[in-house]
Nanobody, 122 residues
Framework: QVQLVESGGGLVQAGGSLRLSCAAS????????MGWFRQAPGKEREFVAA????????SYVDSVKGRFTISRDNAKKMVYLQMGNLKPEDTAVYYC???????????????WGQGTQVTVST
């Protein structure tokens, strides 16, 4: 089992930056791939970014490439999503997710956090 708690969401103006954090507990964190998903009002949840066990592999949805960066600190059992040049269409509830397999964490992760709201105003 993995427990995930997100933080760092809030209201930001378009063009601004925000860093989301996810604290993990339970399963050995260093052997767990981590990801971020988001769900906007009236839309399905979508994959945003993922990072491999040791952080040497990352994956991003095209719409955030060059603007978002995922990272992790295995010693602290934390994963981060640095978001820059935010746009109103980035407004969503952002979820931290985890799975032992990188190939799965980008699609149907086993464990989920409760989510944190990010709102980007014009």
């Amino acid at each position: 089992q993995v427990q995930l708690v997100e933080s760092g969401g809030g209201l930001v103006q378009a063009g601004g930056s925000l860093r989301l954090s996810c604290a993990a507990s339970g399963r050995t964190f260093s052997s767990t791939a981590m990801g971020w998903f988001r769900q906007a009002p009236g839309k399905e949840r979508e994959f945003v970014a993922a990072i491999s066990w040791v952080g040497d592999g990352t994956s991003y949805v095209d719409s955030v490439k060059g603007r978002f960066t995922i990272s992790r600190d295995n010693a602290k059992k934390m994963v981060y999503l640095q978001m820059g040049n935010l746009k109103p269409e980035d407004t969503a509830v952002y979820y931290c997710a985890a799975d032992p397999r990188m190939s799965v964490v980008v699609k149907t992760p086993t464990w989920w956090g409760q989510g944190t709201q990010v709102t980007v105003s014009t």
